[in-house]
């Protein structure tokens, strides 16, 4: 008998069909640096109220005007504004932008000075009543916005130790890609050299993206990183972040800081020694255009498996985060609903991608030896999926073959 009592009719609308499991947003761009936002100040605003808008505040930014309306022009010493223009070079978006330049508390006398910032503004911190500053503010976006930042830029601060450092922390933390320039004025051999022991740029991790040279705007230098987000973001919208930004046009830029050498199949090149030593660099040659040259982070060669490719370990960050948000909905659900559910899902999820040429294939299951009786009564359940993203054709090999043999063709003609 119903729990509850009715002399009548009544209808119960019922939804049937698997729920798509929604993937996160993956060209979203976390950018922590300096503005001049004492330049942009409205009239109408206090420096108090305007400050407590732009400082240490994450701000969701979408097109060109509301970056110049909260951050001002490319003005030098700042980093943000160039970094932006940069990024809108490709129509790419959104940027979540943290301002960390403080015009009230980084002065000389009583003028605001930029290089009064120091690498632990950009790091940032917790304070006593929990307010986060600098990089650290990741940690809050995505209970603000429903997504996090998955490219992280910090262009020029990223080449002190302590920032570099911390990028990486957090970039493995939230499942996100580090972008890290090689100091400036480097030639190939120091930039490789950079990447020794004891150096800057000596680390094996899945997460850092090296960048080197630095591009050219007219007869300015800017940091590659800022470009490379701009490419990574444009090429997630507009083929797939299973695409590697490699091969893909640098818009905007003009040159580099230094010719580099490239044949087609001369490994002793300078984009081929960059390339393997770890770095992604610029390709020019005739006819090109500008283009980003690499494929893979900076694990390689250290580590050699399929994930020192940048779209493979997005595209695995991409599922694992997809799957973890949807399958919250089985949290604390009978374990017989929640393996019929998770399995049934994920699958359809996984079916979606191969489709989409995300995947080349993948399968969820629940495998009985990993799920003693104990562990289910406890409420612990194990699924394990196997998923393999597509890697990026970065070596074509042909075989010529000279066959007299052909030469038999001739018998058959009149000549």
């Known amino acids: 008998m119903s729990a509850s009592f009715l002399h009548g009719i009544e209808t119960i609308v019922k939804t049937s069909g698997a729920v798509a499991i929604n993937t996160v947003k993956t ?9 001049p936002v004492h330049e942009t100040k409205p009239a109408d605003t206090t420096d108090e109220e305007w400050y407590a808008q732009v400082v240490n505040q994450p701000l969701l930014i979408t097109k060109e005007e509301d970056a110049s309306k ?13 970094a932006l223009a940069a990024i809108f070079d490709h129509g790419s978006g959104p940027v979540i932008v943290v301002n960390v330049f403080d015009p009230a508390t980084h002065l000389t006398d ?30 809050n976006l995505y209970a603000l916005y429903g997504f996090s930042g998955k490219i992280i830029l910090c262009p020029s601060y990223c080449e002190q130790a302590t920032v570099m450092a911390e990028m990486l922390s957090l970039a493995e933390l939230h499942r996100c890609m580090a972008l890290i320039d090689a100091q400036a004025g480097l030639s190939v051999t120091q930039a490789i050299t950079a990447r020794g022991t004891g150096n800057l740029l000596n680390t094996s991790s899945y997460r850092a993206i090296l960048c080197y040279p630095r591009a050219k705007i007219d007869n300015a230098l800017e940091p ?30 003009t040159g580099m800081e230094r010719p580099l050498s490239f044949g087609m199949s001369d490994e002793n090149s300078d984009l081929n020694l960059l390339n393997a030593a770890g770095f992604l660099s610029i390709y020019n040659n005739y006819g090109s ?30 599922i694992a ?3 973890e948000y949807y399958v919250m909905k089985y949290l604390d659900k009978p374990i017989n609903i929640a393996i019929d559910g998770v399995i049934s899902d994920v699958n359809a999820f996984l079916r979606t991608l191969v489709g989409r040429g995300a995947l080349i294939d993948g399968k969820c299951y629940f495998d009985k030896a990993q799920n003693s009786a104990t562990e289910m009564a406890a409420g612990h359940l ?17 075989n010529q073959v000279i066959n007299i043999d052909l030469l038999n063709s001739l018998l058959t003609t009149n000549i």
């Open 321 to 323: 985060e997809s799957i």
């Open 224 to 253: 590659l990183s800022q470009r490379l987000a701009g490419v990574m973001a444009a090429t997630d919208n507009a083929l797939g972040y299973w695409y590697s930004p490699s091969n893909q046009t640098i818009q905007g830029i």
């Open 27 to 35: 060209a979203v761009i976390f950018l922590v640096g300096t503005a």
């Open 70 to 82: 909260y951050f001002g022009e490319v003005t030098a010493g700042y980093t943000i504004p160039s």
């Open 382 to 398: 194990v699924f394990t999926y196997e998923m393999m993203p597509p890697t990026p054709a970065e070596r074509i090999t042909f």
């Open 110 to 139: 009583t003028t605001p000075d930029v290089t009064k910032v120091l690498a632990d503004d950009i790091i940032g911190e917790v304070d006593a009543g929990g307010n986060r500053s600098g990089l650290q503010i990741i940690k």
């Open 289 to 318: 255009g500008y283009k980003v040259w690499g494929n893979r982070s900076a694990a390689f060669p250290t580590q050699t498996d399929p994930k020192v490719f940048i779209p493979v370990i997005r595209t695995s960050d991409v």
